[in-house]
């Protein structure tokens, strides 16, 4: 019962920004674990970073620590990921994705999230 839209993708130069948002419905936002994964191309659907549904802590894949940021606003049901310094291996599919099984984890596997977006694309280039 729980949709998922992302927004915010678009093609930027490698070492741009982007701010993308995912606003949820069906659901009470402030008890899903949120996550944002991407999907390249060639490549599997891979973790990108997630925030808990307790206290707001956040993971990130290695790949992406210190240059992107996730947030969410619960009274707007909206979790966010700014992504800045962006690379061309940056390229890809992004889609969030709602956790409700876990209180305090940041699940990283993509088996853990129930519900999922439609995925916006976010292509840099060099």
């Known amino acids: 019962q729980v949709q998922l839209v992302e927004s915010g993708g678009g093609l930027v130069q490698a070492g741009g920004s982007l701010r993308l948002s995912c606003a949820a419905s069906g659901g009470t936002f402030g008890r899903f674990g949120m996550g944002w994964f991407r999907q390249g191309p060639g490549k599997e659907r891979e973790f990108v970073a997630g925030i808990n549904r307790f206290n707001g802590r956040t993971a990130y894949t290695d790949s992406v620590k210190g240059r992107f940021t996730i947030s969410r606003d619960n009274a707007k049901n909206t979790v966010y990921l700014q992504m800045n310094s962006l690379k061309p291996e940056d390229t890809a599919v992004y889609y969030c994705?709602?956790?409700?099984?876990?209180?305090?984890?940041?699940?990283?596997?993509?088996?853990?999230?129930?519900?999922w977006g439609q995925g916006t694309q976010v292509t840099v280039s060099s």
């Open positions: 994705a709602a956790d409700i099984a876990s209180m305090v984890a940041v699940h990283t596997t993509s088996g853990e999230y129930a519900y």
